[in-house]
Every structure is written in structure tokens, then in C-alpha cells.
């Protein structure tokens, strides 16, 4: 199913590499599309194949040929490689960077749409940080699948690539220890009349937004970029360390995490840097900063830096059964739905400005935002099951990497892996992640572990290991061990 619907996004990629905003999935409904997208959106299709490369091992889909989209009324084209989509998408990644660097430019604009440009200049010279991100994660992601379907050199050129993106992440975007949201780079005005064409003036001004040296909107820290930083392993430990705190004491409430230390002001509905941020009445989902499917990435992010409790008390934030014991404010939601949003109860977008530090002190009455909400409820789904027990299958080996809190000492479940049934048992100490100890139906199962900047990486397990005494044991039983190591 997975190998269909990648085939089937592919079908939707345009002639210049690039996919629009949205499309219809059907092919009677081709025609029905968006006529751009914002600049992380060729991103994605090159993400998700790549990790079902990883999952599967399943190189001939790089073989199979299927048309670009065709312009509207158009029929399709002659039919190309996946491999060819592929390169040309790459292709478009690299003509739609910030000149003289490898940051990827803003375009229509990124991850929040609420942030899409008002000033059509700023989609060539500003850049996303959290784009930049996901640009880093896409190469690397996709130079390892590549490797590991024995296509080493494409798989080494994106590793370079992906090396000049984080060199320049982190020379142009991380200013005075505090990662920017926005860069918005000016050419440098000279004295006179034109552009100065002196030495040191050909460098461009840069403008930082959503960071303290912001003097243009009023917000001062972004929280996106920093998290997805951290999953991707940009920063050293004590870059780390400093956004974690910078976290803390302006990014969180009692809800959860918040996109940003402040909301956008109002002006009566007149937008000047961005559309929606600054034109919407209602103050809620981005609007209103706790956005659900944020705060679940921001729980990823705790389980990959190990901080156990955090992380658990993250997803339970994320979860409307007993919510109230832990978020007080909490107004009543129904308990069998996902919510995109916890909206503060403002009534409208003066007294959210005016008031909004009663969000983090707690003050204010906290509404669930909408219900039953297609983004996010995967996301949650997967990390229950990839980070919390710490389950994820690739191609040739199971990862275990389970964070537990010593409150879930001894939980057992029973899973359904490889076409077996799996007892698994959790044994937790100290820090409450990091493998020390397999047994396989009592006998020591050997592993090697993955890399992870911040701590023990998880627990890498041959599936031929686990496929041994398959067929004369039912069910399996894996105990797992984890705590106290160091990375």
C-alpha cells in the first residue's frame, strides 16, 4: 500500500520538480489542483521515500516509471524513472536557495501557514530555519537509504550537500547562542545611490525575525527549528542545553509547547510582514500557539534527548482522558477525540495580546481546538509505539529504543511483529532509556547501538536474530533492560 501511494504522489509531481500545495488523489480529478505551494513541500514526497527505502529495502521502486503531472487539460506525458522525479525534485532544492548559500529560500512559505509572506520579495531573500531543517533531514535521510540500496555515489553527494546545509545553519542562522526563525537577507545599501560594490559590502544584510534581535515583530523566539535542530542532531551538547532552557522559560505552558514566546499583533485585520498570523480574528490552533501536532514533535524531541518524564507527561498532555488532573485549566473535552488545539480562552485577539502571559502562569480557562483532526493523531500513534516502547522495523534489523519513565517499571504488552506474537516485558532504572540488557525467550539476544548525539543511540537487532526458534516457540518473549548509560 505504501509502494502505491508513493507511486501515486509522484504521478502529482510537476514538470519543474515540484508539487503543488495539494492535489486530488483520483485521476479522474487530476486536473484539480493548487497552483503553487509553499517552499517545504518538495521536501516531503523526497522524506517519505526515503524512509520506505529504509523500511523495506525496496530499490526497484527507484525503477519504476510514471509521468509527471500534466498541465491543466493536458494529457500525461511521456513516462520517466521514480529516479528521474527524483533528481529533478533535487534539482529544483538546489536553484531555490538564498544566493551564495545553501539555506533554502522561504517560497510561499513553510510548515505554518499562518506565516505565509506578505511582501512577495521576502519568498526569494527570507529563510525558514525549520526548513532548513527538514531540507537537512531529506538529504541525509535519503543519502542512507541510498547507500543502503548500493547506490553510493548519488548517496555521497547528498552527504555533502547535506554538510554545506548544516555548516550554514549554523554560521548564519544560530546568532548570539539563539537559533533565528526567520533570515531575511537584504542586499546592503550603500551611501549613495544603487548597491555599494565595495569588498566588504557584498555581503547581504541579514535580518533576523522571531529572535531577539527582532525588531519587527515583537516575538523573539520560535520554537519549530529548535526542536527539529535537536532531532537532527545540529547541535552540540550545550547548544542543546541552552534551547532546552531557552524552551523552559519562554516556549511552554501549562498545556504544553507553544510555537512562539508571543503571539503576532493584531492591527485591526491589516497584515504587514505576514498574512494569517496577522489578518485572523479567531485566536486559536496556530494562531493561538499550542498547536497539537507541534507539541507532539516537541515530545519526539524530549525522547530523543532521554529526558523520560518530560516526554511521557508531553504525550499525556497530548491526551484528553484525565486531562484535567494535569492541565487545570482545561475546560471539558470529549474523551475519544484527537484535538488539534488547546486554544486560551481568550475572546479575541486585543485582550490574547494584552493578557497572553496568563497562558503560562495559568491563569486563563484552555478550550479543546478542533476535533477529530486528520494531522497529528499518526504522529501521536507512532510515537507510542517507535519511542515510548521504543519499536521501529527497518529492512534488515528491529531498532529498540524504548524512553519509560520508573513509574512504567515491568509494563508488558503484546505486539504483533514479523508475523509473530511478541511478549515484551520493560525493566526501567534511572534515566529510563537507553538498552543495557536483550533476552529472547531467555537467552541473551546480542545488539549493536545506533548513534545518537545526546545519549545511548537504540538497540540495533538483526530480524535473522529474531527470526531464530520462531517456528518451535509461540509466543516470543523479549525482555528489555534499559537505563543508566551514558551516550
Known amino acids: 500500500p505504501i509502494r502505491d501511494l508513493l507511486l501515486r504522489v509522484m504521478k502529482a509531481e510537476q514538470t519543474d520538480g515540484d508539487w503543488p500545495q495539494w492535489f486530488m488523489f483520483f485521476e479522474r480529478d487530476a486536473t484539480i489542483r493548487a497552483d503553487d505551494s509553499n517552499g517545504d513541500i518538495v521536501f516531503w514526497p523526497l522524506l517519505a521515500l526515503a524512509q520506505y527505502l529504509i523500511a523495506t529495502g525496496d530499490a526497484s521502486i527507484l525503477e519504476e516509471a510514471v509521468a509527471f503531472a500534466p498541465a491543466r487539460a493536458a494529457r500525461p506525458g511521456r513516462r520517466h524513472s521514480v529516479w528521474k522525479h527524483v533528481l529533478r525534485a533535487l534539482a529544483l532544492t538546489r536553484r531555490r536557495r538564498i544566493s551564495g548559500t545553501a539555506l533554502a529560500a522561504y517560497g510561499h512559505g513553510d510548515w505554518n501557514d499562518a506565516l505565509q509572506p506578505a511582501d512577495p520579495a521576502m519568498r526569494e531573500h527570507m529563510c525558514s530555519a525549520w526548513t532548513v531543517t527538514l531540507h537537512h533531514q531529506t538529504l541525509t535521510t535519503l543519502s542512507r537509504a541510498l547507500r543502503q540500496v548500493g547506490r553510493k555515489p548519488a548517496a555521497g553527494r547528498l552527504e555533502r550537500e547535506a554538510e554545506a546545509v548544516r555548516r550554514d545553519f549554523l554560521r548564519l542562522l544560530l546568532i548570539d547562542d539563539v537559533l533565528a526563525g526567520y533570515a531575511l537577507f537584504e542586499p546592503r545599501p550603500s551611501a549613495g545611490a544603487g548597491f555599494d560594490t565595495a569588498p566588504d559590502d557584498r555581503e547581504p544584510h541579514v535580518r533576523y525575525l522571531l529572535h531577539p534581535r527582532d525588531e519587527t ?4 523566539y520560535s520554537i519549530l527549528a529548535m526542536i527539529h535542530a535537536i532531532l537532527e542532531g545540529l547541535f552540540d551538547r550545550a547548544q542543546l542545553q541552552d534551547h532546552l ?44 500557539l499550542m498547536y497539537m501536532h507541534l507539541h507532539l514533535r516537541y515530545a519526539q524531541a524530549l525522547a530523543h534527548v532521554g529526558q523520560s518524564e518530560r516526554f511521557f507527561r508531553a504525550l ?19 474523551s475519544n477525540c484527537y484535538y488539534s488545539s488547546s486554544d486560551a480562552k481568550f475572546a479575541d485577539r486585543y485582550q490574547a495580546s494584552a493578557e497572553y502571559e496568563r497562558v503560562r502562569l495559568g491563569t486563563v480557562d484552555l478550550d479543546g481546538g478542533w476535533r477529530v483532526y486528520s494531522s497529528g493523531a499518526g504522529i501521536m ?17 528491529l531498532l ?38 536483550l533476552q529472547i525467550d531467555g537467552a541473551a539476544l546480542a545488539f549493536t547501538a545506533e548513534v545518537n548525539p545526546y545519549r545511548r543511540g537504540a538497540a540495533r537487532v538483526p530480524l535473522a536474530r529474531l527470526a531464530e526458534g520462531a517456528d518451535r516457540i509461540r509466543p516470543r518473549r523479549l525482555r528489555i533492560e534499559v537505563g543508566d548509560v551514558a551516550a
Open 381 to 397: 500513534y507512532s510515537l507510542v509505539v517507535g519511542r515510548l516502547l521504543g519499536l521501529r522495523l527497518e529492512a534488515d534489523a
Open 316 to 334: 499525556c498532555q497530548a491526551n484528553p482522558i484525565g486531562l484535567r488532573e494535569i492541565v487545570r485549566t482545561a475546560t471539558l473535552r470529549q
Open 217 to 220: 515583530t515583537g516575538v523573539h
Open 245 to 288: 532552557r531557552l524552551i523552559d522559560e519562554h516556549l511552554t505552558g501549562t498545556d504544553g509547547a507553544r510555537l512562539f514566546d508571543r503571539p503576532f499583533a493584531y492591527h485591526g485585520g491589516l497584515q504587514r510582514n505576514f498574512q494569517r498570523a496577522e489578518t485572523a480574528t479567531f485566536f486559536g490552533r496556530e494562531i493561538g
Open 400 to 437: 529498540i529504543d524504548p524512553v519509560l519513565t520508573p513509574a512504567l517499571d515491568a509494563l508488558c504488552v503484546e505486539v504483533a511483529l514479523l508475523g509473530q506474537t511478541f511478549e515484551i516485558s520493560y525493566h526501567v532504572r534511572g534515566a529510563g532509556c537507553g538498552v543495557v540488557a
